[in-house]
């Protein structure tokens, strides 16, 4: 213990000694100090005096006057203040000699270089720094500052008169116009460098603005695929990981009890027996009513009109004419159900006296009239229109009025041309047979038979040339004289067959006998009477059979066949199937159609029984014709149709037509054209064009063409029979303003 005493009591001493020998020493220390540091301030001084002011030899004597003064003041004002702590003197002991010599260095460069201290300086006067923050600068707009800097003096927008004119100018001859932009924080003018530029170009392409940055570069792979020998952590799992929680026992049996107990009760379901009311189109729009398929929400109610405003427009209001109209009608019947009132303010209108009621019929509308949806298919009408072509790309069709036949004084109800296409018969109410020269539309010969003519028909058979003409009763057979002389010896032959003895069952009344003196002067050869009176002839395609039509409702005897070379009639009907319209033979196979009201019965005439029925879907037909091919048939009918089948295809019209506002009374087919036409009452002839195809797979092509008008209508008759010509595209039309028209 002494011991120890003792040399702490040396240590003192020796420190003590050493404290009064470092005194000195430190005092001479900070005398050298200070004199280098006014030495530096003067050296800095005279570099900042010969920079900025190069004077004359006057003015560097009162600098050196001044520094002379500066130094006095510097010095006495280092030795005086005594305020440095010995510590810090200490700590900058040593960087003394180092400024000692960098001093001389220095004053070694400016005597030989003039630098500018400028260079390098920072001070905080340059930085015009706008402190007002991240603030909208429209708010200093009417304000001659724009912010404040960093010692919160006032920051001036700059001068700025530049009008349209000058920025044109700038922008014309300022190279770096393009890349200066306008700063509002300060409201200067920034030229940007070529490294921002590049950095903007890069933002605006959508690349990172680093150029170094390698978007692309390889992932690292902190977790690889390949299963390690040695885990990450191999701790094993804590052994409460396995033994129930005893805190969460404890709380699940304090709980049961608790319901055991009765502490605790489930929650309370709300009865809905007590009476409620419903309000029932209160969740007509939910998920529920949705999933209805048929629901239908509620109709709106109609916003009121300007005729419900209490000021509405003058011409909404009543008159006293319609009030009184409005009064008479019956409540239903009123366009609205109120009197349209003015009144010069709203606080003068009175409550309205039918609002109770009008709420109470909107309710039962609501709740008893029945809503219904009806499926509607969006169809684009465009795509329901048949894709046809063009009526040009179908020619040759007739299509203007070229010759008109005048002569008959009555109803032309029946025309026939000749297989030559030179000859045109035509039978009219006025009691006469007209032939008449195609080319020229001259009458030839005028034949006077007595009575009105029901029907024409010419002979198809081309080597020979008969016409049969129905008037009344009576079925005559004439010979055209102004054939060829081969063509009339033909026909003579063909007149003077045997005469049959026996007729055969059910042509009883059906008589044949030859003209005779003025008849057959003007060619009459042969004369068939009818019990009844004909309508209607037609012949067959080889010329030697003849059909008759009688309509009669009460007897079977409709229809006779007469074979002209053999002189005798058959009826080929036993009961009677209706009222027979028009007959016609089918022109290459042995069928006979025969029309009545409602239906087309096709017979074969070889097995003797009927093959098909065609149902016409019109009320009464008028008319029927057959394809040159044989396997379709057209007919009209009074009730405005036109019907076409395809026998090959259903015994239901393949296409109905409906272009004729009246009564269809006569149809035809043109021999070799692809051309059907239809005569009606509305004093029109409509040409279509009809292609019947080889191919049983594609159906016929329909398309109308052309409406010829040209005859006048009389007595509500218009064209009362249409025909084509044999070999041309021309059609005939005969009506009952007593003329016939040619059109091509």
């Known amino acids: 213990m002494w011991s120890m005493m003792e040399d702490g009591r040396r240590g003192n001493m020796r420190t003590n ?20 540091k006014a030495a530096e301030e003067e050296q800095r001084e005279e570099i900042f005096s010969f920079n900025k002011k190069p004077a004359d030899d006057e003015e560097d004597d009162d600098d050196d006057a001044d520094l002379s003064d500066s130094e006095d003041s510097v010095y006495s004002g280092l030795e005086d203040s005594g305020s440095d702590s010995e510590d810090d003197d200490e700590e900058e002991e040593d960087e003394v000699p180092e400024q000692v010599e960098k001093n001389e260095e220095e004053e070694g460069v400016t005597a030989g270089k003039k630098e500018d201290e400028y260079e390098h300086d920072s001070s905080d006067e340059e930085d015009i720094r706008n402190t007002v923050g991240n603030i909208p600068m429209e708010w200093y707009k009417d304000f001659p500052h724009i912010g404040y800097d960093l010692d919160g003096k006032k920051i001036y927008k700059p001068i700025r008169n530049k009008d349209e ?3 044109f100018l700038d922008k014309m001859e300022n190279p770096d116009y393009w890349r200066t932009v306008h700063d509002k924080q300060t409201g200067s003018d920034i030229v940007l460098s070529d490294e921002q530029v590049e950095l903007v170009n890069r933002l605006q392409r959508g690349q990172f603005g680093d150029v170094n940055f390698n978007e692309y570069q390889p992932q690292v792979e902190f977790f690889s695929s390949d299963v390690m020998i040695h885990p990450v952590t191999n701790r094993p799992a804590h052994k409460r990981s396995f033994i129930p929680s005893l805190v969460e026992k404890e709380k699940v049996s304090k709980l049961v009890h608790a319901i055991k107990m009765g502490w605790i009760k489930p929650r309370r379901v709300e009865d809905d027996t007590r009476g409620r009311y419903y309000d029932l189109w209160a969740s007509e729009d939910s998920s529920i009513l949705a999933r209805h398929r048929m629901h239908l929400p509620a109709p709106k109610v109609p916003l009121p009109g300007h005729q419900e405003s209490y000021n509405p427009p003058p011409e909404y209001l009543f008159t006293d004419e319609e009030r009184a109209l409005w009064d008479q009608q019956d409540p239903s019947d009123r366009k609205i159900p109120f009197v349209p009132r003015k009144f010069p303010s709203l606080r003068q209108v009175p409550a309205f006296p039918r609002f109770i009621h009008e709420r109470f019929e909107r309710c039962l509308d609501l709740y008893l009239c029945p809503r219904q949806r ?13 894709k046809l072509p063009k009526p040009k790309d179908l020619q040759p069709f007739p299509t203007t009025q070229a010759l008109v036949y005048r002569g008959h004084t009555g109803l032309v109800r029946s025309i026939s041309v000749s297989p030559s296409g030179q000859w045109l018969a035509s039978g009219s109410d006025d009691g006469s047979l007209r032939f008449w020269e195609v080319c020229s539309s001259r009458c030839v010969k005028t034949v006077q038979v007595g009575g009105a003519v029901k029907s024409v028909s010419w002979n198809p058979n081309p080597s020979v040339s008969l016409l049969a003409v129905a008037l009344d009763t009576v079925v005559l057979i004439l010979s055209h004289s102004q054939a060829d002389r081969q063509v009339i010896l033909a026909s003579e032959r063909l007149l003077s067959g045997p005469v049959e003895a026996e007729p055969t069952d059910g042509a009883e009344s059906v008589s044949w006998s030859e003209g005779e003196g003025e008849e057959l002067e003007q060619g009459i050869r042969l004369k068939i009477t009818h019990p009844k009176a004909v309508h209607q002839v037609a012949w067959h395609a080889k010329g030697d059979y003849l059909a008759s039509v009688m309509p009669d409702h009460s007897s079977h005897l409709q229809v006779f066949i007469h074979q002209v070379s053999r002189r005798r009639s058959q009826n080929p009907f036993r009961k009677n199937k209706g009222l027979v319209q028009c007959v016609s033979f089918h022109p290459i196979r042995p069928y006979f159609f025969v029309a009545t009201q409602r239906s087309v019965r096709v017979y074969n005439l070889v097995k003797q029984e009927m093959t098909k029925k065609l149902q016409v879907n019109s009320k009464w037909i008028s008319s029927m014709a057959v394809h040159p091919g044989g396997d379709h048939v057209i007919c009209g009918s009074y009730d405005c149709r036109l019907s076409w089948f395809d026998l090959d295809l259903s015994t239901k019209p393949y296409r109905m037509l409906r272009h004729h506002k009246k ?6 087919y043109h021999r070799l054209y692809p051309l059907f036409a239809s005569a009606s009452d509305d004093g029109s002839v409509i040409v279509c064009h009809g292609t019947v195809y080889n191919d049983l797979l594609q159906n016929p092509l329909i398309v ?6 040209g005859h006048v209508i009389t007595h509500d008759l218009g064209v009362l029979d249409v025909t084509f010509h044999p070999s041309q595209p021309w059609i005939f039309s005969s009506g009952a303003d007593a003329t016939i028209r040619l059109f091509t």
């Open 704 to 709: 109308p063409v052309k409406v010829l008008r």
């Open 165 to 167: 004119l000058d920025d």
């Open 663 to 668: 009564a269809v009374r006569g149809v035809a």
């Open 374 to 386: 009806k499926m509607r298919v969006n169809v684009n009408p465009e795509d329901l229109i048949p």
């Open 17 to 36: 000694e050493l404290t009064e020998k470092e005194e000195p020493e430190k005092s001479s220390r900070k005398a050298v100090k200070k004199r280098s």
